[in-house]
């Protein structure tokens, strides 16, 4: 089965929207699964691989921790395809799959992501220059794998993939509240956790990603 080199998985976020097309188009897939048709199990693996690789590499720099999550992940989806009922869409369903998954292998796992080159620092971060894309992806790595668990995959759900928070509320089966709550946190600790890894001070008047404080999701 072709699968998505790792190296194609940097890059911007997911776009959140998915044409109605798309979304049917998917479902079929998934119903075709359902009666055993595998070239309709190596499309949605297809469509399905780069997504859940990009999730997944964000939150473990061993790719075949990631790579072990997906196929366990597609092989639910090949057993389980007539569970699946159209009551969301094909991407929460199997995203639900992939972080039941990924929650229980890092959990579990002795490649744990949080104890993972937390020694082996990228060069300081600077205020006074523009910062490099990939400089400042390698410290958000270092600053998410200290964030609780539940706290990052949700961050990587909103930001990476582009998940709204009732798509996010679906996928870890929890109240919106609750997944908005785990953004707020993150978000806060984010902003500790960046400057003082990097052995910086945030400038005073730096603002955040809304150019305002942030206020109590709930």
């Not at 949605?44 to 691989?49: E, G, I, P, V, W």
């Not at 597609?74 to 159209?86: E, L, N, P, Q, Y």
């Not at 959990?107 to 060069?123: A, K, M, Y």
């Not at 390698?138 to 200290?146: I, K, N």
Request: aromatic share 10%.
């Amino acid at each position: 089965m072709k699968s998505t080199s790792y190296n194609d998985t940097q890059g911007a976020a997911e776009p959140a929207y998915r044409s109605s097309a798309a979304v049917a188009r998917e479902a079929d897939l998934i119903a075709r699964v359902a009666e055993g048709d595998r070239k309709a199990f190596e499309e949605l693996y297809n469509l399905y691989h780069r997504r859940l690789a990009r999730f997944l590499t964000r939150l473990t720099r061993h790719y075949d921790v990631a790579e072990e999550i997906i196929n366990d992940t597609f092989w639910i989806v090949w057993r389980k395809a007539r569970d699946f009922r159209g009551e969301s869409q094909p991407s929460t369903w199997i995203f639900g799959i992939a972080y039941r998954k990924a929650r229980n292998a890092f959990r579990s796992s002795s490649r744990i992501v949080s104890g993972e080159n937390l020694e082996t620092f990228p060069p300081p971060l600077t205020y006074d220059e523009p910062m490099q894309t990939e400089e400042l992806r390698d410290w958000l790595m270092h600053a998410l794998v200290q964030l609780p668990l539940e706290q990052r995959l949700a961050v990587q759900l909103c930001y990476e993939l582009g998940f709204s928070c009732e798509e996010i509320s679906n996928i870890m089966d929890c109240p919106v509240n609750t997944v908005k709550t785990r953004l707020f946190h993150a978000r806060a600790k984010l902003q500790k956790l960046l400057p003082a890894l990097a052995g910086t001070a945030m400038p005073a008047d730096a603002p955040d990603r809304n150019g305002s404080r942030e206020s109590d999701p709930s």
